[in-house]
C-alpha cells in the first residue's frame, strides 16, 4: 500500500463511499477507484452506498431519466470492498436516514470522511445531513 500524508483515522471515523458505480464512472472519473482502494484499509468502519432509479421515481416521472435500475450494468459498484464494508442502497440523493444514523451511533462512529464522483450534488448532500445530524462529515 503506498503511504499517504496523513495518518490512519481513529476507530471513531467511518469512511462513506458514495455511488462509486459503474454507471457513472467516465475516462474522467476512473483515476479516483485507485485513491479510494489506498483509503479503505486504513478505516475500521467503510460504508458505500449505491444509488437506485425504482420505478415510479421523480428521476423517472419529472427528468425521464431511466438509468439505474438495480439490474442494470450501471447499478453495480466499481470498486473492491473489503467483507468487513456494509453496502447501503438509496433510492435518493442522501443515505442519511434515521436507519443510517443508528447504524453510525452503533458503531461509535462520530466523523465521518466522504469521497465520490458525484460531489456536486450526493456527496454535499450526505456532507450537509451528517452535519445537520450532529457528525462531523
Known amino acids: 500500500m503506498s503511504s ?3 495518518p490512519a483515522p481513529p476507530p471513531s471515523c467511518a469512511l462513506l463511499i458514495v455511488d462509486v458505480q459503474a454507471g457513472f464512472l467516465s475516462p474522467e472519473t476512473r483515476h479516483v477507484i485507485a485513491g479510494i482502494e489506498r483509503l479503505i484499509p486504513r478505516y475500521a468502519h ?50 442519511v436516514t434515521s436507519a443510517f444514523l443508528d447504524l453510525l451511533r452503533h458503531c ?10 458525484d460531489t456536486d450534488i450526493c456527496v454535499t448532500k450526505c456532507a450537509v445531513d451528517l452535519f445537520e445530524n450532529c457528525f462531523r462529515p
Open 108 to 117: 461509535d462512529v462520530s466523523e465521518v470522511h466522504i469521497c465520490g464522483i
Open 46 to 95: 467503510v460504508i458505500a452506498t449505491r444509488f437506485f432509479n425504482p420505478p415510479g421515481s421523480n428521476l423517472r416521472r419529472l427528468v425521464h431519466w431511466e438509468r439505474f435500475d438495480r439490474q442494470g450494468t450501471d447499478f453495480p459498484l466499481a470498486i473492491e470492498l473489503p467483507d468487513y464494508a456494509i453496502i447501503v442502497d438509496k433510492p435518493v440523493y442522501t443515505c
Open 4 to 6: 499517504l500524508p496523513f
